[in-house]
């Protein structure tokens, strides 16, 4: 609970910065002097936020290659942040649904629970793609795809023979 109300300054903090519009600039100026996003860089892998670390799922279970069941494009995931999906390309993160682009999907109170946020970036123009994750195992993934609502299962493809 500590470690949980120590956070919970972190982010109002970040989201006042966010708000130009309602704080002075030098607010916004004092608030952006040292990025929180900075700091957290070197306390966690790459593609976790520093609040999904202890969250239901370890982003190290979304890291490799996945196919849509049915399908045979395969998405990377890879443990640096890239990702790599049918000649496109971008990066990906474990990160707080109110840090997403899908945030306007979110329900009330889950402003912490942790999200699979896809953001591709090549081919243009960029695209956002944000998934709760319901299940994860060794060798499948079951997805919410925020927007829609429908569930997606991602497997690991199986090896040419």
């Avoid at 040292?34 to 279970?61: I, K, N, R, S």
């Avoid at 890291?63 to 390309?89: I, R, Y």
Wanted: glycine share 8%; proline share 9%; hydrophobic share 35%.
């Amino acid at each position: 609970m500590i470690k949980f109300a120590c956070a919970a300054p972190v982010i109002v903090m970040a989201l006042v910065g966010c708000s130009p519009s309602t704080h002075p600039a030098t607010t916004a100026t004092s608030a952006t002097a040292v990025p929180p996003a900075a700091t957290l860089a070197t306390a966690v892998p790459a593609g976790v936020d520093h609040a999904c670390e202890h969250a239901q799922f370890a982003a190290q279970q979304f890291t490799g290659d996945w196919t849509e069941s049915g399908e045979t494009t395969v998405t990377t995931l890879s443990g640096d942040g890239s990702l790599k999906s049918g000649g496109q390309s971008g990066s990906w993160s474990y990160a707080p649904w109110v840090s997403t682009p899908g945030k306007n999907s979110m329900p009330t109170g889950q402003e912490s629970q942790c999200v699979l946020w896809l953001h591709y970036q090549s081919p243009s123009p960029p695209m956002d793609l944000v998934y709760v994750p319901l299940k994860a195992t060794g060798t499948s993934l079951e997805l919410s795809f925020v927007g829609r609502g429908n569930t997606l299962t991602w497997v690991r493809p199986q090896p040419a023979t």
